[in-house]
């Protein structure tokens, strides 16, 4: 199965109904292996299940093969399991459809090639891994044991030994006030310390409320925290913070609820414009990612597995002997971007500032800093996603002190295109608070700043405005701000996405309109918080139009247009940023980028506030090289003017 191509692929069955039968049979190897075709890889649970559901003497299916799949080391931590083997031919085979031929050894109606995967591990002392190479490990069978901690104490100092990307072990002025946790003996209990420009060590707290009140300072009980915070009264997830902390040998802990006063205004704007700072300043960040709130804890009971399935490992000339493991699929990992803390939108900047990232999963614990990622499972791919094989990591993919390898005017353009990925990722996550939807992306917007030197206005960069207006919806949302601008995305809830990323693709703007000015005054302490009073000049082509879906016009149409001319020519498909304006409604178009392709256009209203600005109501994708129909014509027609965008 593993061979010098960790790629290398075995045959395993000579068709799905083999490996059925072999299953049926209690073969307890085979019995994984169609478990893991019915979850499938690509195409999901339900496609897969449906299609081995036709199983049979008359639809067998084709061949399946085993590939050996590991990490950048050429290491091993998993089997795919693949249908292979050519489509025989048949009768049918020629009445072939524009997808291809028919396979007669499948169902017509799911002619889909099922595959799936299943993890594989070894035990640390075994042959099959220190002479295999496989690199998979049994999951731990309890939380905060001994052994965690020599796991942890072995990646920080190989952090902070080796990672040149990372910082080291520096004493920093510590934040306002930092939760002192004592000795490491614990003979003295926890309080907390106004640091007055006092330097030290400290880690970070990432954590979800969950909408249960959790142990905070207020106005009234600074005085009483100051004294003391005996171990007892913290919540679950907070005493542990404080257990990790002394086991670590550091003294100070910083957590938002403690750290702060909830009951002042004045103080979370003060402090909420220097958290960035506080996280990227820390010397490790503690996250309780399987916790759903402050009583669940960091040290979460784990699960029994399932049995595994035992298989021989035998080295290639006999010398070496050992055992390696197959886990059940009937046993699922945690979905890591579904786990409480990664649907938290404060949580995003306090994992990208953060130098290093000690996550406290359900499962098990992960490793996150500049340069590694690494999981006590030993699979070697990001911690954020669950794909079959590694793309580039997390914090790597949207780190901006990251070189970038283009030229000159592709480079800022890309530095940008991180930022747009930023806004995807945050806008995707929930806010228990709407008003926190630019200050819990400040400590990010100013981290940009500090290594571009661009300006900052409500989520968007003056110098790549034109871009940064390009954003959608994916589905209508709400409106949560009125004092924000209509063109910042911070002023609607759900997620967006920008023009300027379509499938990974980087795209340079080529603008056909000129933003002139833009104004607004900060309404807080936070200069990369809320706003008030914005206004965009931009001169431009537009053009008046109408809303009507194409179907109501064309019941054959094949495509998606909405947007026509009042002479009834085409222009493109419309998302509107809140709820549809009712058909036949009339409003305006501003072309802003002029590309074939990938044209676009900002849909606007008159403003009810006076007669001579725009409101954005949306954002158009103008559909191009269609002959007669290419909706950027109508704007040509027309001449340039100055509007004013509210």
């Not at 067998?60 to 085993?66: A, H, T, V, Y």
């Not at 049995?307 to 979905?335: H, Q």
């Not at 970038?404 to 005017?409: E, P, T, Y």
Request: one cysteine or more.
């Amino acid at each position: 199965m593993r061979g010098p191509n960790l790629d290398r692929m075995q045959r395993h069955r000579p068709s799905y109904l083999a490996l059925k039968r072999s299953a049926e049979n209690y073969c307890q190897l085979c019995q994984f292996l169609w478990l893991a075709l019915e979850q499938g890889v690509e195409l999901g649970e339900d496609g897969h299940r449906a299609a081995l559901s036709h199983v049979s003497e008359r639809y067998p299916g084709r061949e399946i093969s085993l590939v050996a799949w590991g990490g950048p080391e050429r290491t091993l931590d998993r089997i795919h399991v693949i249908t292979t083997g050519s489509v025989p031919s048949s009768p049918s085979s020629a009445a072939s459809d524009e997808d291809g031929p028919l396979d007669p050894t499948m169902h017509p109606d799911h002619q889909i090639a099922v595959d799936g995967v299943i993890d594989l591990y070894a035990y640390p002392d075994d042959p099959a891994a220190w002479h295999g190479g496989i690199n998979g490990r049994p999951l731990p069978q309890a939380a905060g044991s001994d052994e965690d901690f020599e796991l942890v104490t072995q990646w920080l100092q190989d952090c902070l030994c080796h990672h040149k990307a990372c910082p080291k072990a520096k004493e920093t002025s510590l934040p306002t006030r930092v939760v002192d946790v004592g000795p490491s003996d614990g003979s003295i209990e926890p309080y907390l310390l106004v640091s007055n420009g006092r330097k030290g060590l400290y880690l970070t707290l990432s954590h979800c409320w969950g909408g249960k009140p959790c142990l905070t300072t207020t106005s009234s009980t600074l005085e009483g925290r100051k004294r003391s915070i005996p171990l007892s009264s913290l919540p679950k997830t907070f005493r542990e913070a404080v257990l990790i902390t002394r086991r670590l040998g550091i003294r100070y802990l910083w957590i938002d609820s403690l750290c702060i006063l909830q009951d002042s205004r004045t103080d979370w704007e003060k402090e909420s414009a220097v958290m960035g700072d506080i996280y990227a300043w820390g010397y490790l960040n503690i996250a309780a990612r399987g916790a759903p709130n402050a009583e669940v804890g960091c040290f979460i009971p784990r699960k029994a597995e399932p049995p595994s399935c035992r298989l021989e490992y035998r080295s290639p000339d006999g010398s070496a002997t050992g055992s390696m493991y197959v886990r059940s699929p009937v046993f699922r990992t945690e979905r890591l971007r579904d786990t409480p803390l990664d649907r938290r939108a404060w949580v995003l900047q306090e994992r990208l500032l953060s130098p290093r990232i000690l996550h406290f999963g359900s499962q098990q614990m992960y490793w996150e800093c500049a340069e590694t990622t690494l999981r006590q499972d030993g699979k070697h791919y990001d911690v954020s996603t669950d794909g079959l094989r590694a793309g580039v990591d997390f914090k790597a993919s949207l780190d901006f002190n990251a070189v970038i390898r283009k030229a000159r005017g592709q480079a800022q353009a890309a530095r940008y295109l991180q930022w747009y990925n930023v806004v995807t990722e945050y806008t995707r996550r929930s806010l228990t608070f709407d008003s926190d939807k630019l200050p819990a992306i400040s400590g990010v917007a100013k981290d940009f700043r500090s290594r571009t030197g661009c300006t900052y206005i409500a989520g968007i960069w003056q110098e790549d405005l034109v871009a940064g207006l390009l954003w959608r919806m994916f589905e209508p949302g709400e409106t949560i701000s009125h004092t924000l601008p209509s063109w910042s995305w911070a002023r609607l809830k759900g997620p967006v996405r920008f023009w300027s990323y379509t499938s990974g693709a980087l795209k340079i703007p080529d603008s056909c309109c000129e933003v002139i000015e833009a104004t607004y005054q900060l309404t807080g302490l936070n200069p990369y918080g809320d706003i008030a009073g914005a206004q965009l000049r931009i001169q431009g082509q537009l053009l008046q139009v109408i809303h009507t879906p194409e179907a109501l016009k064309n019941t054959r149409a094949k495509l998606d247009r909405n947007i026509w001319t009042l002479d009834e020519r085409p222009v493109g498909y419309m998302a509107f940023d809140t709820a549809p304006q009712p058909i036949g409604s009339i409003f305006f178009c501003l072309l802003v980028i002029n590309k074939t392709h990938v044209s676009a256009a900002l849909a606007l209203k008159l403003s009810k506030h006076n007669s001579v600005s725009y409101e954005r109501l949306g954002y158009v994708r103008i559909y191009t090289n269609l002959d007669d129909d290419d909706g950027r014509t109508p704007f040509w027609e027309s001449e340039s003017r100055i509007i004013s965008i509210i």
